[in-house]
């Protein structure tokens, strides 16, 4: 069975960084892109980042440009998004995401964690 698991979610004070993982089984990382989605509530599923499963390439959104780095480690099958100078409006849950493509839109994507919480109070 192909999962994905996020863990390092929690609340952390505006400009302070967190890092969230997610593992997976079922499957090799080196096969799939990788991402990151984030959904407040009361808004859609909108993409964060990705990094590519043929070439290595990334993907950001303009929002967390400069702020987050997203990273996989194939030997330990895990992905990490790194989340520097937080801010309130980075308040979601976010979710891990396995796919063919990157970028790709949150309708399109083949396996998706349980999320995280990420909070950053104002």
């Known amino acids: 069975e192909v999962q994905l698991v996020e863990s390092g979610g929690g609340l952390v004070q505006a400009g302070g960084s967190l890092r969230l993982s997610c593992s997976m089984s079922g499957f090799i990382i080196d096969d799939y892109a990788m991402g990151w989605f984030r959904q407040a509530p009361g808004k859609e599923r909108e993409g964060v980042s990705c990094?590519?499963?043929?070439?290595?390439?990334?993907n950001y959104a303009d929002s967390v440009k400069g702020r987050f780095t997203i990273s996989r480690d194939n030997a330990k099958n895990t992905v990490y998004l790194q989340m520097n100078s937080l801010k309130p409006e980075d308040t979601a849950v976010y979710y891990c995401?396995?796919?063919?493509?990157?970028?790709?839109?949150?309708?399109?994507?083949?396996?998706w964690g349980q999320g995280t919480q990420v909070t950053v109070p104002s």
């Open positions: 995401s396995a796919d063919y493509l990157c970028p790709n839109p949150a309708q399109a994507i083949m396996y």
């Open positions: 990094i590519s499963g043929y070439d290595g390439t990334t």
